[in-house]
């Protein structure tokens, strides 16, 4: 499995913002020390272009998706292309796996559980090793799943009690890589608001309400993005007070946490800079 550290980053910017700034700001991480870079992948594009760009950025930090989308990517292209790879750029790729969500697939959305297991099928008959793979699970039968067919999971817009209730699901020896939003303000009108803006594109997704279900929200709370859902999903504060939500993932069985720094401002690379450096640190006191 690729060496990912105790922290990395997970970001739009560094796959949709100006190519040359995300690739000076891919350079930096890796300098910073973060181990791994995470992109997203759900809505398709040149996907492994993209890592192949970040691999050029950088030296050492696993380039992995967050996640890449399996209703737009043929698994026999993405792992020629993986194979094709150097051995030193294969040890530097992790690919999350996702089943995204029926209203970006469209008509071709089926049953997920069963669309991954297909995938995973074709994955292994073409040798791409489990090691190579993680699952974005959010639910136990996908967690399950992952803990068979691939080296573990990354889950998205969660809680540590989420990261808990994982952990036991995948049991000891699975890779567990939480997202976790941050938002570096103290201020807690303007943090919440900031992490509102973010958490809004995806309040329609029925795959994150179902998650945040099971974790004792509500409808109502839900709908209204209620300070108790926004703080459970999003740390928010200084450095030391987001890193003390890290603190909760690892203490709750994560291995490995990825942060998205929320600005809003767009898809600048440069913009989240200040609160990649500040938590540059955060993984190596756990």
């Known amino acids: 499995m690729p060496a990912l550290g105790r922290i990395g980053i997970w970001s739009m910017e560094l796959r949709f913002g100006d ?75 992790l690919l999350g796996l996702g089943v995204s969500h029926a ?11 069963a669309a991954m297991e297909a995938y995973l099928d074709r994955l292994d008959a073409e040798g791409l090793p489990a090691e190579a ?37 995948l049991g000891p020896g699975k890779l ?3 997202e976790q939003g941050v938002v570096l303000d103290s201020d807690p009108a303007t943090a919440r608001e900031k992490a509102r803006g973010a958490l809004s594109h995806y309040l329609q997704y029925p795959n ?3 998650s945040w279900i099971r974790l004792g929200f509500d ?21 030391a007070a987001i890193t003390a939500r890290l603190d909760e993932h690892w203490a709750a069985g994560a291995d490995h946490v990825c942060i998205q720094a929320i600005t809003g401002q767009g898809l600048d690379p440069t ?12 993984g190596s006191s756990a």
């Open 219 to 239: 409808v109502e709370e839900i709908d209204a993005m209620s300070d108790r859902l926004v703080d459970s999903l999003f740390a928010w504060g200084d450095a």
């Open 271 to 282: 913009a989240p800079m200040a609160a990649w450096r500040a938590l540059a640190g955060a």
């Open 103 to 113: 209203h970006i697939v469209g008509e071709a959305y089926a049953k997920p559980l």
């Open 19 to 93: 190519p040359q700034a995300a690739a000076r700001s891919a350079a930096e991480l890796d300098e910073l020390g973060y181990r791994a870079l995470w992109i997203p992948g759900g809505m398709g594009g040149d996907i492994t272009g993209d890592i192949d760009r970040l691999l050029d950025a950088t030296t050492h930090a696993t380039i992995a998706t967050g996640i890449l989308n399996i209703w737009m990517h043929d698994p026999a292209e993405i792992a020629s292309w993986w194979k094709a790879l150097p051995d030193a750029r294969q040890r530097r790729v």
């Open 133 to 169: 793979r993680c699952l974005a699970a959010l639910g136990p039968k996908m967690q399950a799943l992952a803990r068979e067919r691939s080296c573990g999971i990354h889950p998205y817009l969660i809680s540590p009690e989420h990261t808990q209730s994982a952990r036991a699901v």
């Open 208 to 210: 994150y309400r179902n």
């Open 176 to 178: 567990l890589a939480p």
